[in-house]
Every structure is written in structure tokens, then in C-alpha cells.
């Protein structure tokens, strides 16, 4: 199995919200995980999402629809709804860009640069843009057409779904982080993606959807060791994207789901599944902070 990029995925699923594939097996019957902690005033539910998925996939099942709709807010990684094309535009140009002057060649070593350029060089258009972008931003852009090429819709996303039924039922959207936070930290890993992962992931490019295919049963059977061992096994090579994209977000969203334990109501969190599975997860800190978490579903 390849070593591909889930902190690409990340990036991918937020940003450009163009990952999934067609040759998914749909299931009849959804068993995704769906957790819940609470306090005398305070219910929180924690639910993994896979950010883009094939129409037609059967996730919502009645623990899902009960939670969401006795929940007051949702809490995304970073709302969808509020993000424009104009606000991505300078962020992508701060972070997502070479320097005026630079291109791949300047940045990329010779093999990898000849596979880019064998990629997109045919196409003068698509190559004056890639040909500008950092490491990171072409990983995404790679990935991200090799899914939605596979039969992805852009619209099919849990967190996608989610918050336009919340903003529907006048539900409050909250965000955990911002759009600028996710990108700069996707661009401190610039020498991990052009060392290691861009080459693999160019190496075996159909690897991408083999890979997506398997965490999202995962998901949708419920099994989150199963979904920790697979993404441990994928980024064993790179413990430095892990913690950058995947545990040290963890561990800031702990204060934040502290923080909404200390008011009553009743908060609905849809975060990608990766964040909920495995050692050093929300669930994993949750449970190590002493706080009691069920597992509903």
C-alpha cells in the first residue's frame, strides 16, 4: 500500500472540498460512530466526518438526525458557509505561492519535477498555474483532480451537508479554527510534502482512491481502530505531519470543547474522522482528561 498525503486530504477536503471517489461500495446500512459527553446542563456529540463523499451515500441514521436536532450550534473545523473566493484568494497567494521569480524546477528535485511536468505540461494553461504553486498546494491539486476524475461531487460532504441543514434550522455555525490557521500549517510542512509525500502520491496516483475507499468504510462501519490503524500505517514515515495536522489540533480543541462545557445547551461537533480515532485523538484526550465519553452509536 502507498504512503499517501492525509494531511493533503486535510487541505483538500476544506479548501477545494474535492475528495471521493466513484468504485465506493455505498452501504445499505450506516454505522458511524457518534459520540456524547455531558454534564448537570451540557451535552456535547462528537461525530467524525469524511469531508466529500459519492452522491448517494447512506450516513445519516436516526442517533445522527436525533443528536443534530436537539443541538443548539454546530461546531466545524472551519465553516464553509463564511468563506468566499475572495477570502481564499490572499490567503492562497500568501501561503499557497512560490516567490515572484521561483518555479517547481527552482524547489522540486529533478524526478519529481519531470513527472509534474509530464502531468500537466501538454496543457500550457493548467502548467503557468501549478508551475507557481508551493509543494503543499500542488499535492492538494493533484489529489483533488485524481478524485473528482474518479466520480467525487464536491456537494456530497458530511460537514458540506451538515452545516446547510443547520443554517436551514437558524442553528448557530461555530468554527474552531480559521482558514488562515489550516493553510499556514499545511505550508510549515513544505520540505516534508516535497521530500517524501508528493513523490509517492505521483508514484501511484489511483493508490489516492484505494486509500480514501478504505477510511471511508471504515467510517461508515463505525470501526475507528480500524480507521487509526490505516492512517497510522499510511503516515508512519511523516510523525511530523501528524502532530502538525492531527495532534496538535487535538489538543487545542480540547480547551475549546472545555470551554463549551462550562455553558448549557446542547452543541453538535462534526470534525473529520481522523480526529476522533486512535491514540492522541479528541476521544483519546477527552478519556485521559477524565471526562466520560459514550459512545451512542
Not at 154 to 165: A, F, I, M, T, Y
Amino acid at each position: 500500500m502507498s504512503k499517501l498525503t492525509n494531511p493533503l486530504k486535510k487541505i483538500t477536503f476544506i479548501y477545494l472540498f474535492l475528495l471521493a471517489s466513484c468504485g465506493l461500495s455505498l452501504s445499505a446500512t450506516a454505522d458511524v460512530a457518534l459520540y456524547k459527553i455531558k454534564d448537570s446542563d451540557t451535552t456535547i456529540y462528537l461525530m467524525g466526518t469524511i469531508h466529500i463523499l459519492p452522491k448517494g451515500t447512506n450516513w445519516q441514521t436516526n442517533a445522527i438526525q436525533e443528536a443534530f436536532d436537539a443541538s443548539d450550534s454546530l461546531v466545524v473545523e472551519v465553516s464553509q458557509s463564511t468563506m468566499t473566493p475572495a477570502d481564499m484568494q490572499p490567503l492562497i497567494m500568501k501561503y499557497g505561492l512560490l516567490p515572484n521569480g521561483a518555479t517547481l524546477e527552482s524547489v522540486l528535485d529533478a524526478d519529481v519535477y519531470a513527472m509534474i511536468k509530464n502531468l500537466y505540461g501538454s496543457n500550457a494553461q493548467a502548467w503557468a498555474q501549478v508551475n507557481r504553486m508551493q509543494p503543499w498546494l500542488l499535492g492538494v491539486t493533484i489529489s483533488a483532480g485524481q478524485m473528482v476524475q474518479s466520480g467525487f461531487d464536491p456537494n456530497s460532504g458530511v460537514d458540506k451537508v451538515l452545516e446547510g441543514l443547520a443554517i436551514t434550522a437558524g442553528k448557530n455555525v461555530i468554527s474552531l479554527e480559521t482558514a488562515e490557521y489550516q493553510m499556514k500549517a499545511l505550508a510549515s510542512m513544505g520540505n516534508i510534502i516535497k521530500s517524501g509525500m508528493l513523490k509517492e502520491m505521483l508514484e501511484d496516483l489511483p493508490a489516492i482512491t484505494t486509500q480514501i475507499n478504505q477510511m471511508k468504510d471504515a467510517w461508515m462501519q463505525g470501526d475507528m481502530d480500524k480507521l487509526a490503524v490505516i492512517m497510522n500505517e499510511e503516515m508512519a514515515e511523516f510523525p511530523a505531519a501528524m502532530e502538525t495536522m492531527l495532534y496538535t489540533r487535538n489538543a487545542n480543541w480540547i480547551g475549546q470543547i472545555d470551554q463549551m462545557m462550562a455553558k448549557p445547551g446542547t452543541v453538535f461537533i462534526a470534525v473529520g474522522a481522523g480526529h476522533l480515532a486512535g491514540e492522541k485523538s479528541v476521544i483519546d484526550l477527552l478519556k485521559k482528561a477524565g471526562i466520560p465519553v459514550e459512545q451512542v452509536q
